[in-house]
């Protein structure tokens, strides 16, 4: 059993820790409070071949592993969690499904352009009426005269305004259910394909949630992304992956949190000492450093089996289902730890708590990911 990281992985985080500290947490804060989409430091990325990591150097990709991906994800996100939720659903939801499933034409036409940065990678999964039920998907599609027709809509989508393009899911044959479920290729700019940006969030306001209306969308029969009926199964594969990143950009914002709760406990004076002095607090920060690291375990030990080629689904739930708790556990102490100024934004950890709470709903519920794993083990 070998913990430690390899030269190349090293290096990548020696890179990102750089990157996020000079590049991405300057403008954070004002990105935030604009809800500035940040263009700019992808446009960085796509220089440093980073928009592509984990996929196939044949289609522009940086054949990296999916330890990498995490590296990258939570270094993003300790910086900036809606950076880092925009780069992982990049990767892990728009480009992980043409990877897995796309031909190789759709691999050299689609999936080369989310690895130079050309789009952006988005996945559209989630309905009004089909969250965590994801079976119950009203969106249909009917084959007349060798192209798809599509009718529906799509909710809480992350990069669809970015993207020229996108995987999503609909219904093809609604007798039989779940396995009547097939996934498309969809150009965002077809005609009766709406894009729709004006959620007001809790948090993570930098990064790009949209609604998507399709209307006789029309798109060529070759454009279905692996076989019909099997769109359901394809993203939950697809979710496995994602879990990862949503588990690494948990423990990045938990770091983030910990790291200012530590350097304010340490300057901050009461009753003559300052408040790193006292126990209550050193608990406060003891059990959040322990609890960081194992969540990071527990995400590099779920990247580690993917790259294996072994099961995972278990491990990625695990891992995302503690490292989100942890996160919001974290943040909620930062706060604490930080009393009054803890509620103002200046100290940020405010922001920090707030772009948390969405890991516990997105890319599976924490309700739903306790189920995954009930299963897992046999109940």
Same mark, same amino acid.
């Given at each position: 059993?070998?913990?430690?990281?390899?030269?190349?992985?090293?290096? @990548?985080?020696? *890179?990102?820790?750089?990157?996020?500290?000079?590049?991405?947490?300057?403008?954070?804060?004002?990105?935030?409070?604009?809800?500035?989409?940040?263009?700019?430091?992808?446009?960085?990325?796509?220089?440093?071949?980073?928009?592509?990591?984990?996929?196939?150097?044949?289609?522009?990709?940086?054949?990296?592993?999916?330890?990498?991906?995490?590296?990258?994800?939570?270094?993003?996100?300790?910086?900036?969690?809606?950076?880092?939720?925009?780069?992982?659903?990049?990767?892990?939801?728009?480009?992980?499904?043409?990877?897995?499933?796309?031909? %190789?034409?759709?691999?050299?036409?689609?999936?080369?352009?989310?690895?130079?940065?050309?789009?952006?990678?988005?996945?559209?999964?989630? %309905?009004?009426?089909?969250?965590?039920?994801?079976?119950?998907?009203?969106?249909?599609?009917?084959? =007349?005269?060798?192209?798809?027709?599509?009718?529906?809509?799509?909710?809480?989508?992350?990069?669809?305004?970015?993207?020229?393009?996108?995987?999503?899911?609909?219904?093809?044959? =609604?007798?039989?259910?779940?396995?009547?479920?097939?996934?498309?290729?969809?150009?965002?700019?077809?005609?009766?394909?709406?894009?729709?940006?004006?959620?007001?969030?809790?948090?993570?306001?930098?990064?790009?949630?949209?609604?998507?209306?399709?209307?006789?969308?029309?798109?060529?029969?070759?454009? *279905?992304?692996?076989?019909?009926?099997?769109?359901? =199964?394809?993203?939950?594969?697809?979710?496995?992956?994602?879990?990862?990143?949503?588990?690494? *950009?948990?423990?990045?914002?938990?770091?983030?949190?910990?790291?200012?709760?530590?350097?304010?406990?340490?300057?901050?004076?009461?009753?003559?000492?300052?408040?790193?002095?006292?126990?209550?607090?050193?608990?406060? @920060?003891?059990?959040?450093? *322990?609890?960081?690291?194992?969540?990071?375990?527990?995400?590099?030990?779920?990247?580690? @089996?993917?790259?294996?080629?072994?099961?995972?689904?278990?491990?990625?739930?695990?891992?995302? @289902?503690?490292?989100?708790?942890?996160?919001?556990?974290?943040?909620?102490?930062?706060?604490?730890?930080?009393?009054?100024?803890?509620?103002?934004?200046?100290?940020?950890?405010?922001?920090?708590?707030?772009?948390?709470?969405?890991?516990?709903?997105?890319?599976?519920?924490?309700?739903?990911?306790?189920?995954?794993?009930?299963?897992?083990?046999?109940?």
């Amino acid at each position: 059993m070998n913990f430690d990281l390899t030269s190349e992985q090293l290096m @990548l985080k020696k *890179m990102m820790t750089e990157f996020a500290d000079e590049v991405v947490a300057p403008g954070a804060d004002e990105r935030d409070r604009t809800k500035q989409f940040p263009v700019e430091i992808f446009k960085q990325m796509a220089e440093l071949n980073l928009m592509g990591l984990p996929f196939s150097e044949e289609y522009g990709g940086a054949g990296a592993d999916s330890t990498s991906f995490a590296i990258v994800v939570e270094e993003l996100s300790r910086a900036c969690g809606s950076t880092g939720i925009t780069y992982s659903a990049h990767i892990s939801l728009g480009g992980a499904p043409l990877s897995l499933f796309g031909t %190789e034409e759709q691999k050299h036409k689609y999936l080369s352009k989310i690895c130079s940065g050309e789009s952006f990678g988005a996945f559209g999964l989630t %309905e009004p009426n089909a969250g965590s039920d994801a079976g119950g998907t009203r969106t249909n599609a009917v084959l =007349k005269d060798r192209e798809w027709v599509i009718n529906g809509s799509k909710c809480f989508i992350t990069n669809a305004s970015h993207a020229s393009f996108l995987a999503l899911t609909a219904v093809t044959d =609604k007798e039989k259910g779940s396995r009547g479920i097939t996934a498309f290729i969809v150009p965002t700019d077809a005609p009766g394909f709406t894009v729709v940006d004006n959620y007001e969030k809790l948090g993570l306001h930098s990064s790009n949630t949209t609604e998507l209306i399709l209307e006789n969308v029309q798109v060529p029969e070759e454009n *279905m992304l692996g076989k019909e009926g099997e769109g359901f =199964k394809q993203f939950l594969i697809t979710l496995d992956g994602g879990r990862i990143g949503i588990g690494a *950009m948990a423990v990045g914002i938990a770091q983030a949190a910990h790291d200012k709760a530590l350097q304010y406990a340490k300057q901050r004076t009461a009753f003559g000492n300052s408040l790193s002095h006292f126990q209550a607090i050193q608990h406060k @920060l003891a059990d959040m450093a *322990m609890q960081i690291e194992l969540a990071r375990n527990m995400v590099y030990k779920a990247a580690w @089996l993917k790259d294996k080629g072994r099961k995972f689904t278990k491990e990625a739930a695990m891992a995302k @289902l503690y490292a989100s708790e942890v996160a919001m556990s974290a943040t909620h102490q930062a706060i604490q730890i930080h009393g009054g100024y803890g509620y103002m934004r200046e100290y940020q950890v405010e922001r920090f708590f707030r772009d948390a709470r969405l890991l516990e709903i997105g890319e599976g519920t924490s309700e739903i990911l306790r189920n995954v794993i009930a299963r897992e083990i046999g109940c």
